[in-house]
């Protein structure tokens, strides 16, 4: 059974950096992709950033390009997501999930069958 835990998260002030991280209790994270998702309350859950199994594609939302970036480590089994020059418009609860897929294109919400409880990420002065 895979599990997701998400941390990282917390008050930071505009133009900041932070690292999310996403630890995978699976066997062997190598044939997993993960997605980072995020959700302000009142809106539907929004796709950030996804990064294939080892090797594979990573794609991102197009109005976070050059600001986020997502990176693995299989031998932790952790999945990052380095987000910089955060701005107000950050601020929501981040979530990754995984499923055994490709990161080709960005992935919905359906096309993942697992996730984490999320991490509340605000971005204020």
């Known amino acids: 059974q895979v599990q997701l835990v998400e941390s990282g998260g917390g008050l930071v002030q505009p133009g900041r950096s932070l690292r999310l991280s996403c630890t995978v209790s699976v066997f062997n994270l190598d044939y997993y992709a993960v997605g980072w998702f995020r959700q302000v309350p009142g809106n539907e859950r929004e796709g950030i950033s996804c990064?294939?199994?080892?090797?594979?594609?990573?794609t991102y939302a197009d109005s976070l390009k050059g600001r986020f970036t997502i990176s693995r480590d299989n031998a932790k089994k952790v999945v990052y997501l380095q987000m910089n020059n955060l701005k107000s418009e950050d601020t929501a609860v981040y979530y990754c999930?995984?499923?055994?897929?490709?990161?080709?294109?960005?992935?919905?919400?359906?096309?993942?069958?697992?996730w984490g409880q999320g991490t509340q990420v605000t971005v204020s002065s």
């Open positions: 990064i294939s199994s080892s090797d594979g594609p990573t």
């Open positions: 999930a995984a499923d055994r897929v490709d990161c080709l294109q960005l992935r919905d919400n359906a096309d993942f069958a697992t």
